[in-house]
């Protein structure tokens, strides 16, 4: 594919004062650079995951960069041969990623270790270890680290209770957290050592810097990694040993794409294999597949084809 696109993915936690008016003002150097994708702008800080031209892409980085507030920001870039995002949307939130925890969770306070690529790997490896996935069931079904605890969890913010329910016996034991870009970690981990957890880890950077060392080559990831934009999945295990681990919604065999369901009122975005989801129309049920068209009438606006439900961020 021609590569004149990029995708970034950041996240900085630093206090801001005024949120509504930062997300105003963020807003508008997007659209003044032509950028689209989902940023969320906290008191507590700025998460966000854009697409638009590398020219424009740069421009910003060095833009954003430029306030002191995130010098220190890492971007990860992906390339892509077009925007990764339909529209653009900037939204002002109580928190970057919705956790809400009954203890404080400050990452620029306390946070697990950080591992590099390499060492994350060798602890793998080493074993003696527990590896908790950091994201929600349906990232973890598309794919994740091998032998990693699926988390019975539809949301972040159903995590706090989760793990004083299934790790309350693992208070002092190791344990190594992962996500997708690595916010969601340093929150969880910040949470965990105010609950007595006392030896935890994350993974520095996220399943996405994971998957570019040009040394570990995301060895030991299965299945490919569910990010929050058009392209719904991406590849992290560049080696030969690579499983996919996806199951079909209807028929359980192997795949690896996810479908949204075609009932309007549902949407359910579910792994379909290319026979199932002829079969079903689509959807994720036979009720959804019997389930009336969305009405529409002449003069409205089409209708959105986004292949994401998910509003997160990573």
Known sequence: MAVVYNVLLYYQFVPIDDPEAFADEH???????????RILVAPEGLNGTVSGPIEACDLYRSTVTSDQRFASMVFKVDQASGHAFEKLFVRVKKELVTFRADLPSDPNEITGKRLTPAQWKERIEKGDVIVLDGRTDYEYDIGHFRGAIRPDCESFREFPDWIRTHLADARHKPILTYCTGGIRCEKLTSFMLRDGFTDVYQLDGGIVSYGKDPDTKGALWDGLCYVFDERVTVEINHTDDRHVIGRCHHCGEPTERYVNCRNYRCRLQHIACPECERQFNSACSIACMEAPERPWYPGQPPRE????????TA
Do not use: A, F, N, W
């Open 305 to 312: 084809s986004s292949t994401s439900q998910r509003t997160e």
């Open 27 to 37: 807003r508008r150097l997007c659209m003044e650079l032509g950028l689209k994708g």
